[in-house]
């Protein structure tokens, strides 16, 4: 059986690639924002390309926010085995 390290590097643990939450709450947010782009369009159709450009860039904005995320909690976790190992030995 391989350790998380040897998952890892053969490509078998993917964090961006984790799927979204299969929460209620999520999938409800998801459904009005999409009724709200529905209803954007439906009073507005010209602005339809405007808003798929919007919609890129957040997504843009998200991957950056996500990569950070992943960075501070993963600097965080090994503080925590550091601190936890040290004192271990103290």
């Known amino acids: 059986m391989k ?38 369009i439906e009073l507005f159709p010209s602005i339809k390309n405007y808003l798929d450009d919007y919609k890129d860039i957040l997504h843009q904005i998200a991957q950056l926010e996500s990569a950070a995320d992943f960075s501070r909690g993963f600097r965080l976790g090994a503080s925590f085995m550091y601190d936890i190992l040290k004192k271990g030995k103290e």
Not at 17 to 24: F, L, N, V
């Open 3 to 40: 350790n998380v390290i040897e998952k890892f590097y053969y490509g078998e643990v993917i964090p961006c690639d984790a799927p979204p939450p299969k929460t209620e709450k999520y999938k409800e947010v998801v459904a009005n924002l999409a009724q709200t782009e529905e209803n954007i």
